[in-house]
């Protein structure tokens, strides 16, 4: 009996030496070496996605900002501006995709470095090259020796030239005690209790051109907002003056104004659309051949259907008509 147990011992200790057999190993190689393939490509897919994914909401946050930019531009238009020219033109489906062009019009826009300062006459000049005006006391707002400035009544209407400049200036008190400027001008001007606007240089007032090339907004020669295929505007006329939108009012560019100024008033609303086409994660497919904006129709399928598509549209009313 112990001579049998002792055998069964050596027995298992000798299975004990042995270890795992060379195919167990190459079994359990393989296997994780699966395993591992397989995590690897789930995870790769997984980043693919979250890059694609932030790229786009990137690029979406983008046009936001750009939309928000673009109208605070219609906004300005015609501000500081003589009634006498329309501040806003569109040539319909004349671009790139037969997008839209449009052009803006102003003494002030964002980038132009005046920041729309402006100020008014507070007592009547006959034939002199002397303006008395109001002074706010700060730097930001006040004129400045070197500015180039433009005077117009409270009806818009131009006063003297379309640009003077600005010599030289002194304090002063206004008829009412109020703090004042006196403004030397290179020419002589009459003007009683008028407004004053700074324009950004000698030229008069700054445009801005809203256009597509190669596949991006662009405002002026600058990129505006990459990514863009489609650029449309549509305006809001209110022929009758009633207020409330009818059919037929609403058109795609603003030649009803050369021959019928006296609607000019009546431009209530400027829609702006923007179509955009982002970069998707491969496999992606867009589910529409074609995408129609206002009067236009963009084809997908000749774009390229492995793009996001996407509509903009904002809806303004514009300030300095």
Excluded at 177 to 185: P, Q, R, S, V, Y
Excluded at 205 to 224: E, P, Q
């Amino acid at each position: 009996m112990m001579i049998l147990t002792k055998k069964i011992f050596n027995e298992n200790i000798l299975r004990f030496r042995s270890g795992i057999t060379l195919p167990e190993l190459l079994v359990a190689m393989i296997l994780v070496g699966l395993l591992m393939i397989s995590v690897f490509y789930v995870f790769s897919n997984f980043f693919k996605a979250s890059i694609s994914q932030e790229r786009y909401t990137l690029e979406q946050s983008d046009t936001q900002i750009g939309g928000q930019f673009l109208k605070w531009d219609i906004f300005m238009s015609g501000y500081g501006m003589s009634n006498t020219v329309f501040p806003i033109s569109a040539s319909d489906n004349t671009g790139e995709n037969s997008s839209d062009v449009l052009t803006l019009v102003s003494t002030s826009f964002g980038p132009s470095g005046n920041a729309g300062k402006w100020t008014y006459v507070i007592s009547p000049a006959s034939a002199t090259n002397q303006i008395m005006v109001r002074r706010w006391d700060d730097a930001d707002q006040d004129v400045q020796i070197g500015d180039y400035i433009t005077l117009l009544s409270p009806t818009k209407g131009q006063v003297g030239l379309d640009v003077y400049k600005v010599t030289n200036r002194q304090t002063a008190t206004g008829p009412s005690g109020e703090n004042a400027w006196i403004l030397t001008l290179n020419n002589n001007v009459s003007s009683a209790l008028n407004f004053v606007f700074v324009l950004g240089d000698s030229n008069g007032v700054d445009s801005v051109t809203y256009s597509i090339l190669n596949g991006n907004l662009m405002r002026d020669s600058t990129i505006f907002m990459p990514g863009v295929v489609d650029f449309q505007v549509a305006f809001w006329i209110d022929i009758d003056g009633d207020r409330t939108q009818d059919a037929g009012e609403i058109y795609n560019d603003l030649s009803i104004l050369t021959s019928n100024p006296q609607y000019r008033d009546n431009v209530k609303l400027i829609r702006v659309s923007v179509v955009t086409a982002s970069r998707a994660q491969e496999g992606y497919v867009f589910s529409q051949d074609t995408i129609t904006t206002e009067n236009n129709t963009i084809s997908t399928s000749s774009l390229g259907q492995n793009y996001r598509y996407d509509t903009w549209r904002n809806i303004m009313s514009p300030r300095n008509l």
